[in-house]
């Protein structure tokens, strides 16, 4: 469980970055870049409603 805690922190600080956690590329509007090249993942928001 620890594990699974401490790879999802550093996956939360990697994206608050603008890094994707796709192609971990760094963007400046990573939200715009998720929408257009990466529609087919879930966004965290939509996963825990």
Known sequence: MEKAERKTKRLMRRVSAGVCPCCNRTFSDLARH?????????????AEA
């Open 34 to 46: 998720m929408k257009t090249k990466h529609e087919n993942v879930v966004s965290l928001k939509k």
